[in-house]
């Protein structure tokens, strides 16, 4: 079975774009999670998708934001993007029966010029 | 609310030495516990959980007991290998009020041969 995949793998912006990440989940999984790591910060969890709609939200701007389909693709979108927003983005994906147990993609490694 | 503790890395360890990486957690309720690890450039893989108490989640040579008594979820490996370097992450479920996965900072390991 096919894991997590995200794309582009790598992505270069200046400050004041936007971006948009690319998630497909393991098939069969309906959970999407996104989360944010820097050095800094370490891993923080950004939102949940469920059944195309946001079931959990993280302690971050309005300028984060995301969506599902109804394959469970989702879509992560960053507007008027800051130096700060420079990080490594990981989707993560679970089974319903099982939706603590998340399985990670490769994540998205973001630069923000 | 909820945390993670991890010990603060560096870690470099010589190869067939063994290894304990501690973490504890602080949390409402009955979390599930995990440990990921990641490799340098790559997404976090899922090395092992526990779900309850006296629960031992264990991997590839890695192991771990969810301690209620203690609050920990301490990682060992009895003999380590060079393709063990890689970041681990303690990190415990909190699907009710904060989202997701929350993660402890990362416990860098290097194993030299």
């Known amino acids: 079975k096919a894991g997590v995949t995200q794309t582009p793998r790598y992505l270069i912006k200046t400050r004041g774009q936007q971006v948009t990440l690319s998630c497909s989940p393991i098939?069969?999984?309906?959970?999407v999670s996104w989360y944010q790591q820097t050095p800094g910060q370490g891993l923080q969890f950004l939102f949940e998708?469920?059944?195309?709609?946001?079931?959990n939200k993280g302690n971050f701007p309005g300028r984060f934001s995301g969506r599902q389909f109804s394959n469970s693709r989702s879509e992560m979108n960053v507007s008027t993007l800051e130096l700060g927003d420079s990080a490594l983005y990981l989707c993560?994906?679970?089974?319903?029966?099982?939706?603590?147990?998340?399985?990670f993609g490769p994540g998205t490694r973001l630069l923000v010029l | 609310g909820n945390s993670v503790t991890q010990m603060e890395g560096p870690v470099t360890l010589s190869e067939e030495a063994f290894l304990t990486i501690n973490c504890t957690y602080t949390?409402?309720?009955?979390?599930?516990l995990f440990w990921y690890v990641q490799y340098p450039g790559e997404g976090l893989q899922l090395l092992l959980k526990?779900?309850?108490?006296?629960d031992k989640g264990s991997n590839k040579g890695f192991e771990a007991t969810y301690r209620k008594e203690t609050t920990s979820f301490h990682l060992e490996k009895g003999s380590v290998q060079v393709s063990d370097s890689a970041v681990y992450f303690c990190?415990?479920?909190?699907?009710?009020?904060?989202?997701?996965?929350?993660f402890g900072k990362g416990t860098k390991l290097s194993v030299k041969p």
């Open positions: 526990a779900t309850k108490a006296d």
């Open positions: 993560a994906s679970s089974f319903e029966g099982a939706r603590e147990t998340q399985y």
């Open positions: 998708y469920f059944s195309e709609t946001q079931r």
């Open positions: 949390a409402t309720g009955y979390p599930s």
């Open positions: 098939s069969g999984h309906r959970s």
């Open positions: 990190a415990l479920s909190d699907l009710g009020s904060q989202g997701n996965l929350i």
